[in-house]
């Protein structure tokens, strides 16, 4: 059995979130939420103190459909964060394929997330079918950092750079 490209990618994105989390202290906020054709909700927004005993039996169960449509998941994100007690409010994307929706409705909300909640927001390209120039767009809107990245492996990394962790041990 030779895993396909897209589980490869997932496994390492995986891995991402999970040292994402093992970087933050109990009383921060963590929501993990995936997207194909519809956004779903891996963890709820909650402090890290309450995910920890299921956190990484959750983001494990993820498995790669094909489809990547962005928005309602980042509409998911912000709805969540905007009732949040969380004093920084952030969220990464992690993709590797085309994002569907227009440019301009990504912008509105990123623009909205950023001046009317306080929300900023990275992107993280991983290989050259993700929508770059869009992921850097959003990113610069966002008031966040854009990355892209031709090796999952780097995924991890990348991450604990863009959440201010990464001098911390896995």
Excluded: C, W
């Excluded at 905007?82 to 509105?108: E, F, N, R, W």
């Excluded at 959003?138 to 966040?144: P, T, W």
């Amino acid at each position: 059995f030779k895993p396909s490209k897209v589980s490869y990618k997932l496994e390492y994105a995986k891995a991402a979130a999970l040292a994402a989390a093992r970087s933050l202290n109990e009383d921060d906020f963590l929501s993990v939420i995936g997207f194909d054709s519809q956004p779903f909700v891996v963890i709820p927004l909650q402090s890290i103190r309450t995910s920890a005993p299921y956190l990484a039996e959750m983001i494990n169960r993820l498995i790669a459909q094909g489809t990547t449509y962005l928005l309602p998941a980042l509409q998911e994100a912000y709805r969540d964060l905007a009732s949040s007690p969380a004093a920084i409010k952030h969220v990464v994307i992690l993709t590797d394929g085309k994002t569907g929706g227009t440019a301009d409705m990504y912008y509105d909300l990123v623009s909205n997330m950023r001046h009317k909640g306080g929300v900023t927001v990275s992107t993280i390209a991983i290989g050259r079918e993700a929508n770059v120039d869009l992921l850097a767009a959003i990113a610069r809107y966002g008031g966040g950092a854009f990355y892209q990245t031709d090796s999952p492996s780097t995924l991890p990394e990348i991450t604990l750079r863009d959440v201010g962790h990464d001098n911390r041990e896995l």
